[in-house]
């Protein structure tokens, strides 16, 4: 069974920065990028950035625009997300997945092989 493992949660004050990892657990897979979500308490998971291995290209939700950056190595899909510039509002567990679809997924049913999420916790 594949699943992702993220690592590098944590609790920063506001201001600070982390840099999360996602690294494959299980057999080899294709797939066509990999994606960062963020699910806060009680709201619904959302779209945090994203890259396509066919150009390297990336996507991100417009909040963390300029703040967040997205790596990845399609050949053992892995990816990186380089969180600079924190808010309190930026709390949340964080999710990395495969993305199945081509383009510039956003939609949680585009991405499968889903991790057990890494806490982020941002204190004013």
């Known amino acids: 069974q594949v699943r992702m493992v993220e690592s590098g949660g944590g609790s920063v004050q506001a201001g600070g920065s982390l840099r999360l990892s996602c690294a494959p657990s299980?057999?080899?897979?294709?797939?066509?990028?990999m994606g960062w979500f963020r699910q806060a308490p009680y709201k619904e998971r959302e779209f945090v950035a994203g890259i396509t291995w066919n150009d390297g290209s990336t996507h991100y939700a417009d909040a963390v625009k300029g703040r967040f950056t997205i790596s990845g190595r399609s050949a053992n899909n892995t990816a990186w997300l380089q969180m600079n510039s924190l808010r309190p509002e930026d709390t949340g567990v964080y999710y990395c997945?495969?993305?199945?679809?081509?383009?510039?997924?956003?939609?949680?049913?585009?991405?499968?092989?889903w991790g057990q999420g890494t806490q982020v916790t941002v204190s004013s």
């Open positions: 997945a495969a993305a199945w679809t081509t383009g510039w997924p956003r939609r949680t049913q585009e991405y499968d092989y």
């Open positions: 299980g057999r080899t897979f294709s797939r066509y990028g």
